[in-house]
């Protein structure tokens, strides 16, 4: 059962145990008018998605979707997307943790701060890493006399990324270590384990569904990004035009080609989420 | 299952209810309080000129008041194809007017009203010493222009072809606006954009011109729509902004006579 899952219970009443047997095959009894929202909501998101699949040329579609731009841009994709993830768990998983256990004065500030980027249009984010790595941003005078030049680069695009998509993987791993609590981290501890195993051995695989989850919003989020990677890195074939910004070039000349591509990021985005919920019901 | 379907009914009517609602306020907009609202779409390079256009408009025409879209052109036309309530469009070229024209929703024929040419933007004080369209195909200047899909790139394009010069460009932008982003921040040594898009960026950039911009003028068509609310209006903007008056405003913000 996920700490999730628990929350959903209801408080214990007299009716309890008669109603144990019910609980198994159904665990709540979810009020009915709450169906016609729900129902109003998941019409509101899906419409959209079948409007564009009932766009789609399906005459043309392959030709379209492996052309050579589009090919370079889905894997420039896949590439980026990645890489950000990666950056995000190395990055945000002690972050999470600093935020989720320590209790320092200027915590919920800091809290606050780091969660910006999710509110933030992603163009002003794209602004903010081009004042600060840029030719003449506060680092790039630095940078450029190590040699190293970010814009224009794949590394901006990482870079444009993984700000965007950070917070959400903060969001959620900090929410699950604080549902988890560190009841077994402190019986680790005065057991006599040092912090490293603890967190290692016990912190790290009781929040691993949290962690999963986060990754893949994460990805998801880098997968779509797009303003703060126009603004901050730029637009060339194969080097920093993914497949957003392959499907808004495509826009002004063949909108067939662009709703071809649409429907590409759209699957990729239900196959990485259908292997996370998978992989993380495994777990 | 009746208590289904009567569910179903009332959120039917309940909807029916927030969208007429929704329709009710649109309506009581400022375009009914006694007036008449123009919608102009503009390419969005038009962005400066048309609105001190749109005031002279509205000094002339009481109780008027002139609304824009601006934006690119091609999504402009778009959006008049899905069905946008516009009354006059004014296209940055002609290929996107082309397609609107195709589509059958223009009121008369299309009329050019300016034209338009390429101009090298630099950084104030030209750090690489940009001075000619040859220039920008040297290896250690980063020039930035836009994508060979935007008219701005198609344009960038003719002159390469024309001159022989052919630039490895490290960023091909969606927009001018991008393109003088660039430059502006400094990331890009140079970018190719329009002769106005220079003159509208006053110090934040400096213009290097050259003789082969020749080679592509771009010329901006306008033209009054089928479907416009009012199109006698329409059409009175569409003669403002060919007339003195439009050509003055065009002319100080660096537009060429077509």
Redesign the interface.
């Known amino acids: 059962m996920t700490p999730a899952g628990a929350s959903w219970r209801r408080p214990a009443s007299p009716s309890r145990n008669s109603r144990q047997a019910v609980r198994s095959q159904r665990p709540v009894d979810v009020p009915r008018w709450l169906?016609?929202p729900a129902?109003?909501g998941a019409l509101f998101v899906l419409l959209p998605l079948v409007a564009i699949v009932a766009k789609v040329d399906w005459g043309s579609f392959f030709s379209l979707v492996t052309s050579e731009g589009s090919r370079a841009a889905f894997w420039l994709s896949l590439r980026t997307s990645a890489a950000s993830t990666l950056a995000c768990v190395v990055l945000g998983v002690p972050m999470a943790l600093l935020l989720a256990r320590w209790d320092f004065p200027g915590l919920g500030l800091l809290r606050s701060l780091v969660l910006i980027p999710l509110v933030l249009p992603p163009v002003v984010g794209g602004l903010a890493l081009?004042y600060t790595f840029?030719?003449?941003g506060l680092l790039g005078e630095s940078l450029d006399a190590l040699g190293i030049q970010v814009?224009?680069s794949t590394i901006a695009v990482v870079m444009a990324q993984t700000f965007v998509a950070m917070p959400f993987l903060v969001l959620s791993l900090e929410g699950a270590l604080r549902t988890a609590g560190d009841r077994f981290e402190v019986v680790a501890a005065s057991l006599g384990a040092p912090p490293t195993t603890v967190f290692r051995r016990i912190t790290l695989p009781l929040v691993l569904p949290g962690l999963v989850s986060g990754a893949v919003l994460a990805f998801a989020r880098s997968l779509g990004e797009f303003g703060a990677t126009?603004?901050f890195?730029?637009?060339?074939?194969g080097r920093?035009?993914t497949l957003p910004?392959e499907i808004?070039?495509?826009?002004?000349?063949d909108?067939d080609a662009a709703v071809a591509l649409a429907l590409v990021l759209l699957v990729v985005a239900v196959l990485v989420i259908g292997v996370a919920r998978h992989g993380r019901t495994a777990l | 299952m009746a208590r289904r379907l009567s569910l179903l009914a009332a959120a039917a009517v309940f909807l029916a209810a927030t969208a007429t609602a929704c329709g009710d306020d649109g309506s009581t907009g400022p375009g009914s309080a006694g007036g008449t609202t123009l919608t102009v779409y503009a390419a969005a390079s038009l962005t400066t000129t048309f609105q001190q256009i749109g005031e002279e408009f509205e000094k002339e025409h009481d109780g008027v008041t002139v609304e824009f879209s601006f934006g690119g052109s091609s999504d402009l036309v778009a959006q008049i194809q899905e069905g946008a309530p516009a009354d006059v469009f004014a296209s940055a070229d002609t290929a996107n007017m082309d397609k609107l024209t195709a589509a059958g929703l223009q009121a008369g024929d299309p009329q050019s009203f300016a034209s338009n040419t390429l101009e090298i933007a630099v950084p104030p004080g030209n750090p690489a010493g940009i001075a000619s369209f040859a220039d920008l195909a040297k290896s250690d200047v980063n020039v930035v222009v836009c994508a060979p899909e935007v008219p701005c790139g198609s344009a960038t394009q003719k002159v390469e072809a024309a001159t022989g010069v052919a630039l490895s460009p490290v960023s091909e932008e969606q927009s001018v606006t991008d393109v003088l982003a660039k430059v502006t921040s400094g990331e890009a040594d140079a970018g190719v954009v329009y002769v106005t898009d220079v003159e509208a960026a006053g110090d934040d950039v400096e213009g290097v011109t050259f003789p082969e911009s020749s080679e592509a003028v771009n010329t901006y068509p306008v033209v009054a729509l089928k479907d416009a609310a009012d199109a006698d209006l329409a059409q009175q903007f569409v003669d403002l902004v060919l007339g003195d008056t439009g050509r003055r405003i065009l002319e100080e913000a660096g537009f060429a006579q077509p």
């Open positions: 169906f016609l129902l109003l081009l840029g030719r003449r814009a224009f126009i603004t890195a730029g637009s060339l074939q920093t035009r910004l808004y070039l495509q826009r002004e000349t909108p």
